[in-house]
């Protein structure tokens, strides 16, 4: 992966994306099931060392519910809830938007985990809710509760969402993003300032 990226001079801030496909053979008759697998690379712009000055503004995509199963907490190749949150986020002048699971809670978004912060407690949807188990996610959960943050993985209703003094979003990509507004709710700042300061995101 590295040697690709390397060939493809990114070298500083990159994406890379590794997709493994079963082997030869149909649906069901398959010669093998060998693991395949394509590597692709895309350059990032810098800025990853920073909290974003402009916060978000989301909404929430409520046309499709994503699933708790087995394979919900996996990036897979069927992403059409998120894709068409994404496209609603964008006709609705939006950065993002939020995606329920069948219990009409909030999962996470089309691009990012959530968390909200109440009270000075974070708390965030557990994987058991259908959310994508996102390796920023577990580093920033891990990182807060050892600097004695006060972290919950609770299942979160839209009103907990609405009604939280700070939002913010995690990927591998953006790191940490604030929130500023979700419909007509409009969220601080302040103690994402100090979650970010004490991740020491790169």
Same mark, same amino acid.
């Given at each position: 992966?590295?040697?690709?990226?390397?060939?493809?001079?990114?070298?500083?801030?990159?994406?890379?994306?590794?997709?493994?496909?079963?082997?030869?053979?149909?649906?069901?008759?398959?010669?093998?099931?060998?693991?395949?697998?394509?590597?692709?690379?895309?350059?990032?712009?810098?800025?990853?060392?920073?909290?974003?000055?402009?916060?978000?503004?989301?909404?929430?995509?409520?046309?499709?519910?994503?699933?708790?199963?087995?394979?919900?907490?996996?990036?897979?190749?069927?992403?059409?809830?998120?894709?068409?949150?994404?496209?609603?986020?964008?006709?609705?002048?939006?950065?993002?938007?939020? @995606? =329920? !699971?069948?219990?009409?809670?909030?999962?996470?978004? $089309? +691009?990012? #985990?959530?968390?909200? &912060? /109440?009270?000075?407690?974070?708390?965030?949807?557990?994987?058991?809710?259908?959310?994508?188990?996102?390796?920023?996610?577990?580093?920033?959960?891990?990182?807060?509760?050892?600097?004695?943050?006060?972290?919950?993985?609770?299942?979160?209703?839209?009103?907990? @969402? =609405? !009604?939280?003094?700070?939002?913010?979003?995690?990927? $591998? +990509?953006? #790191?940490?993003?604030? &929130? /500023?507004?979700?419909?007509?709710?409009?969220?601080?700042?302040?103690?994402?300032?100090?979650?970010?300061?004490?991740?020491?995101?790169?």
């Amino acid at each position: 992966m590295f040697a690709l990226a390397k060939k493809n001079k990114h070298q500083k801030f990159a994406r890379i994306r590794l997709s493994v496909v079963r082997g030869n053979g149909g649906l069901y008759d398959a010669e093998n099931h060998n693991p395949n697998y394509i590597v692709q690379t895309w350059a990032l712009p810098d800025g990853k060392g920073t909290l974003n000055q402009n916060g978000l503004v989301l909404n929430i995509y409520k046309e499709a519910l994503k699933s708790c199963d087995a394979f919900s907490n996996l990036k897979h190749n069927n992403f059409l809830p998120y894709t068409m949150a994404a496209l609603f986020a964008k006709k609705n002048n939006c950065n993002d938007a939020l @995606v =329920l !699971n069948g219990y009409n809670r909030i999962c996470d978004s $089309s +691009i990012a #985990n959530v968390f909200i &912060v /109440k009270d000075e407690i974070i708390y965030t949807p557990p994987l058991s809710e259908g959310c994508i188990a996102g390796v920023t996610a577990a580093y920033v959960i891990a990182k807060l509760q050892n600097s004695l943050y006060k972290v919950i993985e609770k299942p979160l209703q839209i009103n907990d @969402v =609405l !009604n939280a003094d700070e939002v913010f979003l995690t990927n $591998s +990509i953006q #790191n940490i993003q604030w &929130v /500023k507004q979700i419909d007509n709710s409009v969220y601080k700042n302040e103690m994402i300032q100090k979650i970010y300061a004490a991740c020491k995101l790169v």
